[in-house]
């Protein structure tokens, strides 16, 4: 057995053939380096800072950092990656509930980068064998991560996927043809390519051997400079084919549906925090006189009459169904505006010591049609309820802070308000393929995202509005996003924003949209580029395990 320079091991393959000579990791130094660089520029990839183009040299350099390490180091610098990339996207989670929910969310989602990391390892003696594949196995390998990431524990928290740091670049119109995870393929992809190019400029694959003395020498070294050069330029060319390639994909829909006249109302909060709902009188007043002042313009003739107004999640905490109080003022706003309403309420029940986050439509003149009504599928656990909240009391007593429990509703979120057949998501969950995905199919016409970002920041906002415009083109339909504080606005079919308000600060935006009825190919594939996707990375992972050993490489 022989020992290469890296400190690792190289043999036989036990049929009595010789393997290629193991070639070494990075030094761990320059590995630990590479993995919080990686972390780094995945980072500045996300909205606020929208570097979407630092997304593939993220995952090039978390590549490079584990690549032929054993399986612990791989997944020791998978999981600095993702605390370098998550503690700061996720620092919006601990401005008003302490440190420990941070930290503890920070580091669950940094395990999946390091169980990413140590595939990562697994299967270097696969990409080494076939340095081809490499780009294949790093996008597989990065969709099955975030394909486990994104529905555990307690369903998953799909926050920071690839796709979602591409709301500016070429490859997010590929979500039309394979949604989020078409995206995240793709941008892993341009990654793969651009660590196979920086592998073979350091470690070029070996020349073989030319026959001849003088004549073999110069054939020998031609043939050297050819292997060394060709293989990287040819992966730079791979990365930057992956990304035009997205600018070859058609999107826009199509209409046929007609249009609508929507107005989304901010009405803002008093004061921004977990004590917003201890003012949700004064919210609900807001978005009422915001809606009343509108309907004061249109009847000036300062403003288009709308056929539908759409209030964002928590825009009525009291529940209007219980509380007449509450409901005289809903009504008062929808008789004065003369159309429906999308209310975001807090409604009480079913069961006692349980409440629902809805949209509810309200009626000019009737008031509140519970057959239009939509229960969250999709409760944010340890936010909106606690699962296992006698363990979770030991850990934190800040779980006391949810009192209620949000019950999760059982239907989609598709609601026929006016003339117009809306799609429903409240918050998080439009970060689900699924939920997103099910009202489409549905029957949606118009995407609609109700959210509450009183208790976080812009930044949490704007990579909620990246993630609105990747399903606008997943889909082909217009979209909106409704926020209590911001940023609200409209995305049209091919992601392009427009009427997007400021932060902490109330505003009426009035757009018309476009009502689609036609399906995209994301639309009709629906899961399976995912679960196709996933099934070749669990064969590549299989594949991998009695290659490592044959190359001799530690686990």
């Known amino acids: ?31 630990v380096v590479a993995a919080v660089a990686a972390g780094l520029a995945l980072l500045v990839a996300f909205p606020p800072y929208g570097w979407w183009w630092l997304a593939p040299v993220g995952v090039a350099l978390l590549a490079a950092a584990t690549h032929r390490r054993r399986l612990r180091g791989g997944a020791g610098l998978g999981a600095l990656t ?46 080494e064998r076939a340095r081809w594949s490499w780009p294949l196995v790093t996008g597989l390998l990065w969709v099955a991560q975030e394909a486990l ?63 001849g003395v003088d004549g073999g020498k110069v054939s020998a070294a031609r043939a050297g400079a050819a292997r060394r050069w060709g293989w990287p330029v040819g992966a730079l060319a791979a990365a930057v084919a992956v990304v035009l390639a997205g600018l070859a994909t058609p999107v826009g829909g199509a209409g046929g549906g007609g249009t609508a006249v929507v107005a989304v109302v901010q009405g803002n909060v008093p004061r921004l925090g977990l004590d917003f709902n201890a003012q949700r009188r004064a919210v609900l007043d807001n978005h009422v006189n915001a809606t009343v002042q509108l309907a004061e313009r249109v009847a000036a003739g300062q403003q288009r009459q709308p056929d539908l107004v759409v209030w964002p999640e928590n825009s009525s905490d009291i529940d209007p169904l219980t509380y007449p109080d509450a ?12 159309a429906p309403i999308l209310v975001g309420a807090v409604l009480l029940g079913p069961g006692s010591g349980q409440v629902r986050n809805a949209g509810l439509v309200w009626r000019p003149g009737t008031g509140p049609d519970e057959q239009q009504l939509y229960v969250k599928r999709h409760p944010v656990p340890f936010a909106e309820y606690v699962p296992l909240r006698k363990v979770a009391r030991m850990v934190s007593k800040e779980v006391d802070r949810v009192r209620s429990d949000f019950v999760a509703g059982d239907r989609p979120g598709v609601l026929r308000v006016g003339p117009v057949v809306l799609g429903d998501v409240i918050c998080f969950e439009v970060a689900y393929d699924d939920v997103v995905r099910d009202t489409v199919t549905g029957g949606a016409q118009v995407l609609a995202v109700q959210t509450n970002n009183a208790t976080f920041d812009e930044a949490e906002a704007r990579q909620q509005l990246a993630m609105v415009r990747l399903r606008a083109v997943e889909h082909g339909r217009d979209a909106l996003m409704a926020s209590t504080v911001g940023v609200s606005g409209f995305v049209s079919p091919d992601g392009r924003v427009s009427g ?56």
Request: aromatic share 6%; charged share 15%; glycine share 12%.
């Open 500 to 555: 997007a308000t400021g932060f902490n600060t109330d505003a009426v935006v009035v757009r018309q949209m476009r009502l689609g009825d036609a399906r995209t190919v994301a639309t009709r594939a629906g899961v399976w580029p995912e679960v196709v996707l996933v099934g070749l990375a669990v064969a590549v992972l299989v594949a991998a395990v009695p290659g490592r050993r044959r190359w001799g490489l530690p686990g």
């Open 82 to 127: 993702g605390l370098v990339l998550f503690a700061p996207l996720l620092e919006w989670t601990n401005l008003h509930t302490g440190l420990l929910p941070w930290l503890l969310l920070s580091a669950l989602q940094a395990g999946y980068l390091a169980l990413l990391g140590l595939a990562g390892a697994l299967t270097s003696a696969l990409v």
């Open 1 to 31: 057995m022989v020992v290469d320079t890296a400190g690792e091991t190289a043999g036989t393959d036990g049929s009595g053939r010789t393997p290629r000579p193991a070639r070494g990791a990075l030094p761990l130094p320059v590995a």
């Open 149 to 211: 990431r994104d529905r555990t524990p307690f369903g998953g928290f799909p926050w920071g996927r690839l796709a979602f740091s591409q709301d500016d670049s070429p490859l997010l119109r590929l979500a039309a043809l394979g949604g989020a995870p078409l995206v995240t393929f793709a941008v892993a992809l341009a990654g793969g390519c651009l660590v196979a190019a920086g592998w073979g400029l350091w470690r070029p694959p070996a020349p073989r051997p030319a026959a």
């Open 327 to 338: 409901a005289a003022r809903i009504s008062e706003a929808a008789d004065e505006i003369e």
